[in-house]
């Protein structure tokens, strides 16, 4: 349990989940410390400098520190997978852990727990089987990725610190990622979905994924690699369906062939096609309460006028 005599360090504390999860923390008490690769100005929250290509942090952001929460790396959807881009996704998430692990190493702190991002990303395509944490890994670019993430955050282990990955699905938010780039055909009073649109989509609330976060750095037993997904993943045709009803709208839902995405999206086209029936059950053994378990819930909550 984090006290509000210590401090929680953030990475990627300006990100969609980061900025959240600071607030939150702030509300109950906890003081925030956040490294950035320029002076950024958090309200409320202490930032600190790193320089992760040069492997160097400022120290002092671990003063008081007793839990880490690593969120830091480069947006995996915001561009085409070019060779170029591809290395700044990796080196964003590797070499940021191998930072913190590194300097965790030379010094002496109070730093009892490590909770890391992850990413569904690892598992293949399983079509309507159930994929829980032990489930293969798949063999593109983006499972080698979060293989080799969790690998390096799993060293803290060997300091004694307790270490735990969050495999996030897909994120659910207005702000950012999935729901702002499918609601973009709106104007054209159209919804599209990939492929035939029956694979399973591992969706989760921007709230949750928050709550998850907290959950794991103040419940002990959360130790390991768990999913971040609510515990009801729907086919993608069907997750617009649920979107048009709560938009109540008149929408066209329409595919994109396969052969168009992989001509817009490159190598990322076999990934988006994926189906991924990911199980939220070893979280949900932990205590762990999702405030959104259903997609039409959570399409409530974000479009609803509050």
Same mark, same amino acid.
């Given at each position: ?30 003081? *925030? ?8 100005? &958090? ?21 008081? *520190? ?27 998430? &590797? ?19 490590? &909770? ?94 928050? +709550? ?33 009803? *709560? ?15 992989? &001509? ?28 959104? +378990? ?13």
């Amino acid at each position: 349990m984090v006290s509000k005599q210590n401090s929680v360090l953030v990475t990627g504390a300006t990100g969609l989940i980061g900025r959240q999860l600071c607030a939150k923390l702030l509300r109950q008490g906890v003081s *925030v410390h956040f490294l950035s690769r320029s002076k950024t100005e &958090i309200e409320g929250c202490k930032g600190f400098l790193w320089d992760v290509s040069a492997q160097k942090m400022d120290a002092k952001a671990l003063e008081g *520190v007793t839990s880490i929460i690593h969120l830091a790396g480069a947006g995996v959807g915001d561009h085409r997978w070019t060779k170029r881009y591809k290395e700044t996704i990796y080196n964003s998430r &590797i070499e940021s852990t191998k930072l913190l692990v590194n300097t965790l190493k030379s010094l002496d702190h109070k730093v009892s727990s490590f &909770i890391s991002a992850g990413a569904v990303g690892y598992y293949d395509d399983c079509g309507d089987n159930w994929i829980s944490e032990d489930a293969v890994m798949a063999e593109e670019f983006i499972a080698r990725l979060c293989r080799d993430w969790e690998a390096e955050g799993q060293k803290v282990e060997e300091m004694g610190i307790r270490y735990a990955a969050l495999r996030i699905g897909l994120v659910l938010s207005r702000k950012a990622g999935f729901l702002p780039k499918t609601t973009m055909t709106l104007p054209l009073r159209m919804l599209c979905y990939f492929g035939n649109g029956a694979h399973y989509y591992a969706w989760i609330h921007e709230k949750d994924v928050v +709550d998850l976060f907290l959950h794991a750095i103040n419940e002990p037993a959360v130790q390991g690699i768990y999913n971040a997904v609510a515990p009801n993943p729907v086919p993608q045709k069907t997750m617009l369906r649920e979107l048009r009803n *709560v938009l109540g709208k008149s929408l066209l839902i329409l595919p994109v062939p396969t052969f168009a995405l992989r &001509i817009v999206l490159g190598e990322m086209a076999r990934v988006v096609v994926f189906s991924q029936r990911v199980s939220a059950q070893k979280i949900l053994d932990t205590g762990f309460a999702f405030s959104f +378990d259903k997609v039409n819930e959570a399409f409530q909550d974000l479009y609803t006028e509050k």
